[in-house]
């Protein structure tokens, strides 16, 4: 898929079918644990979301993250060392929320970010330049940490899923 941003790349149908079943299945499970989060940026007033931290700070916080990140991700991104990650829930809006604009993480030009999209909505991950990533599923976007962007809320089905990695290659 080309972008504007040749720093950005997209790629369909990232994982092999069963393991983005495996994932949507576990997620999307009735007893799955989100977390309420105040806001999407800290001290940004941006909006609530849930989320589920399965690695940050060199901890493993999820009984899920050899079956999601081991066994699916990893062999696919092949990073050299794992900063954080964390899957994230927005719930649908009347209108479009925007988060702000933000870096995952601020003065690191060596790091990649990685959005997995996990279903399909009108909600979007938009870069600063204005180029807008759509929700699909089993699809993933990587770009250099240091490329500012943001989430765009949906209004059309009840959540919008993705799992967001922070990593070095």
Same mark, same amino acid.
């Given at each position: 898929m080309e972008?504007?941003?040749?720093?950005?790349?997209?790629?369909?149908d990232f994982l092999d079918k069963d393991?983005?079943?495996?994932?949507?299945n576990t997620v999307s499970s009735t007893s799955f644990p989100w977390f309420y989060q105040h806001e999407q940026n800290p001290n940004a007033k941006d909006g609530f979301f849930f989320s589920h931290?399965?690695?940050?700070?060199?901890?493993?916080?999820s009984s899920?993250?050899?079956?999601m990140i081991v066994g699916c991700l990893k062999p696919r991104i092949n990073y050299s060392s794992?900063? *954080?990650?964390? @899957? +994230? =829930?927005?719930?649908?809006?009347?209108?479009?929320?925007?988060?702000?604009?933000?870096?995952?993480?601020?003065k690191q030009p060596n790091m990649t970010t990685g959005i997995y999209y996990l279903n399909e909505s009108n909600g979007y991950t938009e870069f600063e330049?204005?180029?807008?990533?759509?929700?699909i599923p089993n699809m993933y976007v990587e770009f250099p940490t240091n490329l500012k962007h943001r989430a765009i809320s949906q209004?059309?089905?009840?959540? *919008?899923c993705v @799992? +967001? =990695?922070?990593?070095?290659?």
């Amino acid at each position: 898929m080309e972008h504007k941003n040749k720093d950005i790349k997209v790629t369909k149908d990232f994982l092999d079918k069963d393991k983005f079943n495996n994932i949507t299945n576990t997620v999307s499970s009735t007893s799955f644990p989100w977390f309420y989060q105040h806001e999407q940026n800290p001290n940004a007033k941006d909006g609530f979301f849930f989320s589920h931290k399965i690695y940050a700070d060199d901890i493993v916080n999820s009984s899920n993250y050899d079956s999601m990140i081991v066994g699916c991700l990893k062999p696919r991104i092949n990073y050299s060392s794992l900063v *954080r990650v964390q @899957i +994230n =829930l927005l719930t649908r809006t009347d209108k479009p929320r925007k988060s702000i604009l933000h870096r995952d993480f601020d003065k690191q030009p060596n790091m990649t970010t990685g959005i997995y999209y996990l279903n399909e909505s009108n909600g979007y991950t938009e870069f600063e330049s204005g180029e807008m990533i759509k929700s699909i599923p089993n699809m993933y976007v990587e770009f250099p940490t240091n490329l500012k962007h943001r989430a765009i809320s949906q209004t059309d089905v009840d959540c *919008r899923c993705v @799992i +967001n =990695l922070n990593y070095y290659k």
